[in-house]
T-cell receptor, first 119, second 109 residues
Framework: DGGITQSPKYLFRKEGQNVTLSCEQN?????MYWYRQDPGQGLRLIYY???????QKGDIAEGYSVSREKKESFPLTVTSAQKNPTAFYLC??????????????????FGDGTRLSIL | DAKTTQPPSMDCAEGRAANLPCNHS???????VYWYRQIHSQGPQYIIH???NNETNEMASLIITEDRKSSTLILPHATLRDTAVYYC??????????FGAGTRLTVKP
């Protein structure tokens, strides 16, 4: 089945460590997104990528980094500069710019998330 | 993208229709209305979206008012598994999804 796979489901980080969250999709989507969700709140955009080898900062990019070397993969690194990294991280993808007309309004599809905690 | 307003919580009896309202009075002509739901500790699940016509799929129906300033998501026969937080989003094109606090729907036996 096509979908978005995030791994691991749970991740623990020690103070001062960088950690990388994986996001893979086999939907042949051009656009990919990373969101952060804190308890009882909505999603906030960290980074997004509309095409391979290109990405843009979202609303809360500080302390995070991404890469988009392959269409299927959009890993997120939570660096030691992120002072409050404990959160639920969600990856999403959509058809993106490859679509025309109403295709640009196709929905984003989400993975099941990674819950990051600080030890 | 237009701001959306939803009630913080709603209850529904199992087997009855659940009608979830959303206000988007500042929506522009090119913005679509999207509905997602999120069950605890899972990623948001896409439900349905539309521009101005009513839409129906296997999960739900979306009713958009003629002036497009509000919409209603209808789950025709709610089950306990429909208990979740439901998000209404107005978005145009490739802009990112702006999730608010949503409506917490509780389906009761």
């Amino acid at each position: 089945d096509g979908g978005i796979t995030q791994s691991p489901k749970y991740l623990f980080r020690k103070e001062g460590q960088n950690v990388t969250l994986s996001c893979e999709q086999n939907l042949n989507h051009d656009a990919m997104y990373w969101y952060r969700q804190d308890p009882g709140q909505g999603l906030r955009l960290i980074y997004y990528s509309q095409i391979v080898n290109d990405f843009q900062k979202g609303d809360i990019a500080e302390g995070y980094s991404v890469s988009r070397e392959k269409k299927e993969s959009f890993p997120l690194t939570v660096t030691s500069a992120q002072k409050n990294p404990t959160a639920f991280y969600l990856c999403a993808s959509s058809i993106g710019r490859a679509a025309e007309g109403t295709g640009l309004n196709q929905p984003q599809h989400f993975g099941d998330g990674t819950r990051l905690s600080i030890l | 993208d237009a701001k959306t307003t939803q009630p913080p919580s709603m209850d529904c009896a199992e087997g009855r229709a659940a009608n979830l309202p959303c206000n988007h009075s500042t929506i522009s002509g090119n913005e679509y209305v999207y509905w997602y739901r999120q069950i605890h500790s899972q990623g948001p699940q896409y439900i349905i979206h539309g521009l101005k016509n009513n839409e129906t799929n296997e999960m739900a129906s979306l009713i958009i008012t003629e002036d497009r300033k509000s919409s209603t998501l209808i789950l025709p026969h709610a089950t306990l598994r429909d208990t979740a937080v439901y998000y209404c989003i107005a978005k145009e094109g490739l802009n990112d999804m702006r999730f608010g606090a949503g409506t917490r729907l509780t389906v009761k036996p």
